[in-house]
């Protein structure tokens, strides 16, 4: 479905996907992660492209995940969570899977989920003052292990601990030396990089890039998960904890957990 906060236009061979919510560091409800994945699915159908650059509106954020506020009207049953995790999941797989090269141009806040729509991307760019993390532990979250997966892949274990468990949020250069981000640059420079590499990218030989990214993909194998595992997936949706978290946030105080 169309949605004017996931707009979509095109330079040339390179397709532009603009998370367009600046007021609120372009954060995500449902209906704009659907749109995302709408959009990477209608980019990777297109043989006529050569890539897909994605980036938010705004000189403050990429994206600062998920949008919280929408939590209790999105979240919080087991229907609506099956609903939310599988639409979720889709955008994500969406970038992971399109058959053309993504760059993430990432400026600003690129946290929670905006940090896992550009660890889904094969290129990664980012200036001094992009904020990277994962704050899952401040919302009592658990998250899939088809988004922890190119994130361990791209920084590994400790670093993937640092994010999760110890709740880090890297500025741009610790971002980069930990592998997180593919190119440091001036942050006024984030954009134009992405295009210049998008276009170094389109360049090359179309049916190369795709067969590469394609085996790549392959050599990182299947997730060794159980039914039980996707089982317990969304179990976090109906604690107090999560309940609780949400609360704080829309009223700007700290949680007070209770481990249930």
Known sequence: MPHDMIRTSREGEIALVTIDRPAKRNAMDLPMWI???EAMEAASADDTLRCVVIRGAGEDAFSAGADITAFERERGTPEREEVYGRELSRSFQSIRRCRHPVVAACRGWTMGG?????TMSDFRIGGPGTRMGIPARNLSLFYHPGEL???MQSVGYAVTCELLIEGRVFTGEEAFQKGLLSRLVPDEAVK?????????IAQG??????????????LRGELPLTADDHARLGDFAYTEDFREATRAFIEKRK????GR
Do not use: T, Y
Request: aromatic share 6%.
């Open 35 to 37: 749109a995302l994945a």
């Open 114 to 118: 905006g940090c896992g729509i550009a």
């Open 149 to 151: 997966d190119p994130l």
């Open 192 to 200: 134009d990089e992405a295009m210049a590499m998008a276009q170094r």
């Open 205 to 218: 030989a179309p049916l190369s890039n795709r067969f590469h990214k394609a085996m790549l993909q392959k």
């Open 255 to 258: 949680p007070v957990w209770r």
